[in-house]
């Protein structure tokens, strides 16, 4: 498989109450593996996965958000946030816990993941997808 | 058009499923060749054999076997998915110690490399699902 291709993980739903977005997690994860040109976008409630201070222990279920942290060393450092699904929830990029890679082509300086883009920008990112899986 | 298919949502709650297997039926009729039916989150229950709908429904695990043996379609599982929701075939159970198997005619269990792969080498990949 030589060929390379633009995929988009689309991840709409909030981190729990329903387990989408950890199984669209293990995608990703999986995913890296095949050497393509991954990208992650986080819109609606898909916005919640990335909060920092997450603390399941009510509700029972493992608290997964740590595992966002690992994506970069996975070379997945393409995160996109949505601008109106942060505003509508009263967020800002302050809330979300901070991800970052090492880029080789930069001497290894650590930088940041997200990128919070609006609609519109993640429009285009979609547009110019050659796969897009929405979870 | 080479395509493939992701469904993730389960076959009597959602009409994921329904849909999905028109859109295929219909797309392999007209000539398009589909690469590969993967199963995610609960659209991996449309792989037990066990399921035994009211008579007067359709049955919506019998008809994708069924196209599966009449265009010779890769009807996968995803084995974690699976795993979670106790769908497995004879090598699954043996593995995990269950004194059962369930998976329906047609389907086979693998990994999330699978909806990579039919990313890469389709055309199209077209999911169906919330």
Known sequence: ?135 | MKFSVMISEGPYTHQASDTAYNFTKAALENGHECFRVFFYHDGVNNGTRLSTPPTDDRNVINRWSELAAAHNLDLVLCVAAAQRRGIADADEAKRNGKDADNIAPGFRISGLGQLIEAGIQSDRLVTFGD
């Not at chain 1, 996975?74 to 995160?79: A, E, F, G, H, P």
């Open chain 1, 1 to 135: 498989m030589s060929e390379t291709k633009k995929f988009l993980y689309v991840n709409r739903k909030a981190p729990y109450g329903t387990i989408y977005a950890l199984e669209s997690l293990e995608v990703v994860l999986i995913g890296a593996a095949f050497e393509q040109d991954v990208a992650l976008a986080f819109l609606d409630d898909g916005v919640y996965q990335l909060t920092k201070g997450q603390a399941t222990d009510e509700v029972g279920m493992k608290n997964f958000s740590p595992t966002y942290r690992a994506l970069g060393d996975y070379d997945v450092n393409k995160i996109y946030v949505e601008q109106e699904s942060l505003d509508a929830r009263g967020l800002s990029l302050d809330d979300l816990q901070a991800l970052t890679y090492e880029d080789e082509d930069d001497d290894y300086a650590e930088k940041d993941s997200i990128k919070v883009v609006s609609a519109a920008e993640l429009a285009k990112i979609m547009e110019q997808s050659d796969v897009i899986l929405s979870f």
